[in-house]
């Protein structure tokens, strides 16, 4: 049986790139996920929801391009 890359709690990297730019911030998962899966992250600093994609185990792909 497959297992999820992360669970509900698990705290993650958000990073968001714009061109040049990286933005990063600590989040922490909505519910458990697999690579590749769309994710709602909760934003650990500011307490805000972000949506992405969960690239790695840690590590989800949100806003940008």
Sequence with gaps: KRRPAVSTGDRVSIVAEY????????????????????????????????QGILIAPGLVRAGGR
């Design 19 to 50: 061109g040049p730019l990286t933005v990063k911030a600590e989040g922490r998962m909505l519910a458990q996920a697999y690579i590749g899966d769309r994710v709602r992250v909760s934003n650990v600093a500011t307490d805000t929801v972000v």
